[in-house]
């Protein structure tokens, strides 16, 4: 069905209080069935036809367009004396009034939002992991170096030393060097991302709890 021709109301929308009032009023079956027959009227036209006073035909007016059966047409016209007179037809449009979901149901409608946000987590997770493993894995094994050097470069200065060449420095290169430096590398974004989206999530199902 075209979605231009059709109108989806929810029980705990505002619009279904009205249209019960509309189904449940004389005046506003009156007025439906006028405007079925003639296809557009004013106001006026429809005081005259239907003897209806014009303060009662106001406040059910505003009734039928607030509900969707009637709509303002896009043309109007001008009286004698300036005023300007809008015309009213009917929508054309079906109405489908929609059963009141239930807890389980809105939250099963927020569903597919945890999902995107465990996978958008993982995505840049993985992304970090990559980033860092190809951008400090060079650093991460030569820097442990250099601090054992430093620490040793007496004993690289002797005899033994120079004959035992790298191994002697290389040996005594300790854990504690590798957790200071990657503990050293920029701060994790995941965990932020993921904050981040739920409190998003959280904000918008209590915003719009009564729509979802």
Known sequence: MD??????????????????????????????????????????DLSDALNIPMNTLDYNIKKLVESGFIQKKKEFFWSKKGKKIIMYELSNKSIVISPKKSTSQKFKS???????????????????????????????????????VERNSHELLSPESLSKGADVVCSTITSSDYTSLTASASPLIWPWFLAGALLVILIFSIVNWKKI
Not at 17 to 44: H, M
Request: proline share 2%; aromatic share 10%; hydrophobic share 40%.
């Open 110 to 148: 927020i569903i597919p939002a945890f999902i995107l946000t465990v996978a958008g987590t993982f995505a840049v997770w993985a992304y970090e992991k990559i980033k860092y493993t190809t951008n400090y894995t060079q650093e991460i094994i030569q820097q442990p170096v250099m601090d054992c």
């Open 3 to 44: 979605e231009n021709h059709f109108m989806l109301i929810s029980l705990e929308d505002s619009k279904s209080k009205a249209i019960s009032e509309v189904l449940g009023s004389k005046t506003c079956k009156k007025i439906i069935a006028y405007l079925s027959e003639r296809k557009e009227a004013s106001q006026k």
